[in-house]
């Protein structure tokens, strides 16, 4: 039984010793892109946890690697929008922030901590849809299957999530 079969199978014992083998050549992959220790030991983990969420669809046609770094780069992708998000929102508040009340500049730092606080006061259940969403990249649809909810009421917290912090930040 090739390593491809075992992992459809579930068979956990090859999935370590695949994880074992490919997280080093992974880790040096996404850190050449990243540039960032702890983002490429991230990106190292979402790739294997999407690879293990998603074994039962792995093809006999291509071989592990091919298969692991598709996911992989799919994954930096995912990282690499997920910072331009968080890099638009800092840039829109901040001009939002200047624009009315121009003595007052804003750091990155307390930029942050605004939006953790913000994201912090957010319903318990509406906070852990926009995580997995907005921080995590989950899609509406892995959201939905995770947490047994319907693919409306994720995009309805999610909307709602928006709305709440834009108005705890003053952003409109």
């Not at 702890?38 to 294997?48: G, I, P, S, Y």
């Amino acid at each position: 039984m090739s390593d491809i079969e075992a992992l459809t199978q579930s068979d956990q014992s090859v999935f370590n010793r695949l994880f074992d083998e490919h997280h080093k050549p992974l880790y040096y992959f996404f850190i050449k892109y990243t540039g960032c220790a702890e983002d490429a030991e991230d990106l190292v983990q979402q790739t294997f946890i999407k690879i293990w969420q998603g074994r039962a669809g792995l093809s006999l046609q291509y071989t592990f690697s091919q298969q692991l770094f598709s996911v992989a780069k799919s994954c930096m992708i995912d990282h690499f929008r997920k910072q331009q998000k968080q890099t638009a929102l800092r840039v829109e508040y901040l001009a939002d922030a200047n624009t009315k009340e121009p003595s007052v500049t804003i750091t990155d730092f307390d930029l942050e901590h605004r939006i953790d606080k913000a994201i912090e006061h957010l319903p318990p259940g509406r906070r852990k849809v926009f995580r997995m969403s907005r921080i995590e990249g989950f899609t509406y649809q892995e959201i939905a299957d995770q947490l047994s909810l319907s693919v409306k009421t994720v995009e309805s917290q999610i909307h709602k999530a928006i709305k709440q912090l834009r108005k705890a930040l003053n952003i409109f």
